[in-house]
């Protein structure tokens, strides 16, 4: 008969010991929360920071028609406590939109 508190302990000291490899630099840094927004060709990210440290924003377009180039915002910086705002538009609809991060 296999003992259940043995199992519970094994698993107990395999997440302790994971825990201690990954540490704090394994975890993802905290990030600006965006809200991304398509209308037509035109699309939108509010993004607000409520971390401590920076982030830098960038919201991407893929447009829907192949002869339609795809569209890039300039990465923007969005410091502790604020609000950044970027825009981007297709000549005609937009397949998709979505914002990416980096550390700032």
Same mark, same amino acid.
């Given at each position: %008969?296999?003992?259940?508190?043995?199992?519970?302990?094994?698993?107990?000291?395999?997440?302790?010991?994971?825990?201690?490899?990954?540490?704090?630099?394994?975890?993802?840094?905290?990030?600006?929360?965006?809200?991304?927004?398509?209308?037509?060709?035109?699309?939108?990210?509010?993004?607000?920071?409520?971390?401590?440290?920076?982030?830098?924003?960038?919201?991407?377009?893929?447009?829907?028609?192949?002869?339609?180039?795809? %569209?890039?915002?300039?990465?923007?910086?969005?410091?502790?406590?604020?609000?950044?705002?970027?825009?981007?538009?297709?000549?005609?609809?937009?397949?998709?939109?979505?914002?990416?991060?980096?550390?700032?």
């Amino acid at each position: %008969m296999r003992n259940p508190f043995r199992r519970t302990a094994a698993l107990l000291c395999t997440a302790a010991a994971l825990t201690v490899t990954l540490g704090p630099a394994a975890r993802a840094a905290p990030q600006a929360e965006c809200g991304t927004r398509v209308h037509g060709s035109h699309a939108r990210a509010d993004c607000f920071n409520g971390n401590s440290t920076p982030d830098r924003v960038q919201l991407h377009v893929e447009c829907a028609r192949w002869w339609d180039p795809d %569209m890039d915002t300039a990465p923007a910086a969005v410091e502790p406590a604020r609000h950044v705002s970027l825009t981007q538009r297709c000549w005609l609809e937009i397949r998709r939109a979505w914002v990416t991060h980096q550390p700032g």
